[in-house]
């Protein structure tokens, strides 16, 4: 008798356990955020005292993080430009998603070669850096690229390498002209 109580015992123990480690490993995000699959990045520059405005759209119809499209962002030399991101999930932007979680994201801009300055970039609750939304300036007659990633969850939003998952990572070539 006491042999089928303890196997009985034992084998109760191995449901519970085995219940819950399913359980924990089907636990969703703790944010309660569904992840998105970014399919295109438009960026939206309207010269400021000026008549330039125009929309540049890279894609990655399938979301593999290789963009089939990448267009050359022409812009006018000596220009300051109010810029916005567009981000999207399909034919839905996600703007509203990722603002709504700005303390965990970043946007960054890494210009090489382009007379380009990207400054006062929107912030996030905190004060710190944001950057959906910034001012481009540019200068004289230039060719180069300008590199923009989604870092989610960065570990230091000031610092030159912010860490966390990038979301996104797509580099457009820049001619001022």
């Given at each position: 008798?006491?042999?089928?109580?303890?196997?009985?015992?034992t084998?109760?123990?191995l449901?519970?356990?085995?219940?819950?480690?399913?359980?924990?490993?089907?636990?969703?995000?703790?944010n309660?955020?569904e992840?998105?699959?970014?399919?295109?990045?438009?960026v939206?520059?309207?010269?400021?005292?000026s008549?330039?405005d125009k929309?540049?759209?890279?894609?990655d119809?399938?979301?593999?993080g290789?963009?089939?499209?990448?267009p050359?962002?022409?812009?006018?030399?000596?220009?300051?430009?109010?810029?916005?991101?567009?981000?999207?999930d399909?034919?839905?932007?996600?703007?509203?998603?990722?603002?709504?979680?700005?303390?965990?994201?970043?946007f960054?801009y890494?210009v090489?070669?382009?007379?380009?300055?990207?400054?006062?970039?929107?912030l996030?609750?905190?004060?710190?850096?944001?950057?959906?939304?910034?001012?481009?300036?540019?200068?004289?007659t230039?060719?180069?690229?300008?590199?923009?990633?989604l870092?989610?969850?960065?570990?230091?939003?000031?610092?030159?390498?912010?860490?966390?998952?990038?979301?996104?990572?797509?580099?457009f070539?820049?001619?001022v002209?």
């Amino acid at each position: 008798m006491y042999n089928i109580k303890m196997r009985i015992h034992t084998l109760l123990l191995l449901v519970v356990i085995t219940a819950a480690l399913f359980t924990a490993s089907c636990k969703k995000d703790d944010n309660n955020t569904e992840e998105e699959l970014i399919t295109k990045v438009e960026v939206h520059l309207v010269g400021v005292g000026s008549s330039f405005d125009k929309n540049f759209e890279a894609e990655d119809p399938d979301g593999d993080g290789i963009w089939n499209t990448i267009p050359s962002v022409d812009i006018p030399a000596n220009t300051v430009f109010n810029v916005q991101v567009h981000v999207y999930d399909g034919d839905q932007e996600i703007n509203d998603e990722i603002a709504a979680e700005k303390n965990d994201h970043l946007f960054t801009y890494q210009v090489t070669g382009a007379n380009l300055t990207v400054s006062d970039r929107d912030l996030d609750n905190d004060g710190k850096p944001f950057g959906l939304g910034s001012k481009w300036t540019t200068g004289a007659t230039s060719t180069g690229n300008l590199q923009i990633k989604l870092h989610h969850e960065p570990t230091d939003k000031n610092a030159a390498d912010p860490g966390g998952e990038i979301d996104f990572d797509v580099t457009f070539l820049v001619k001022v002209q």
